[in-house]
């Protein structure tokens, strides 16, 4: 429960700072510390150390120390009401949101072929897929089922199964 707290205060400042709200604080005026509820929590001389060096930083220091850590551990910008808002009781909410999701990346699969058109299936293989020459197009298609393209618009992903289709070539769009 401690913990997080703690990551919910500091939290609060991985938020990226408008130019605006930095002139507003002076760089020499340093963030106020919060006092604790009255509970006496006891840690490492190290964290304590942490603790002080890091509440003692001005509002330009923690903007330029939060940017640095999301570079050096590779950390994304999560919208605060995410991470704020908890899921509440009840599964229409679930439902809902499962359903509010739309997918935007779909995988063509080839699943199987027509034996008598294959040779035409491989032709299309070669002139759709890039940097494919005829060998690697033959073993291609004789590896069916197998994926065609992956993380593609539903666009070209119909397009690509309605070509794949007028060949005798058997698709599915996931």
């Keep these: 429960m ?9 939290g609060r400042h991985l938020r990226p700072l408008s130019k605006k709200t930095l002139r507003m604080y002076s760089a020499a005026q340093p963030l106020t510390i919060p006092q604790p509820d009255g ?18 930083l001005t509002m ?5 120390f939060t940017e640095l850590l999301k570079v ?3 950390l994304k910008d999560i919208p ?16 809902e949101e499962v359903a509010a999701t739309v997918k935007t990346s779909f995988t063509v699969k080839l699943m199987k072929f027509d034996e008598k ?42 397009k ?6 007028k060949v005798g070539a058997e698709c599915v769009i996931d």
């Design 2 to 10: 401690l913990l997080n707290n703690s990551i919910r205060m500091f």
């Design 39 to 56: 509970s006496s929590v006891s840690s490492s001389p190290k964290l304590e150390k942490l603790y002080t060096e890091i509440t003692s």
């Design 60 to 64: 330009v220091e923690v903007s330029e």
């Design 72 to 74: 050096r551990l590779n």
């Design 80 to 95: 605060m009401g995410a991470m704020v808002s908890a899921p509440a009781a009840g599964g229409q909410e679930e439902e």
């Design 117 to 158: 058109q294959k040779v035409a299936l491989i032709k299309e293989v070669k002139n759709l897929m890039d940097g494919m020459n005829l060998v690697q197009a033959k073993k291609f298609v004789e590896s069916a089922p197998t994926v065609i393209k992956s993380d593609i618009g539903k666009d070209e992903a119909e």
């Design 160 to 165: 690509l199964k309605e070509a794949f289709t």
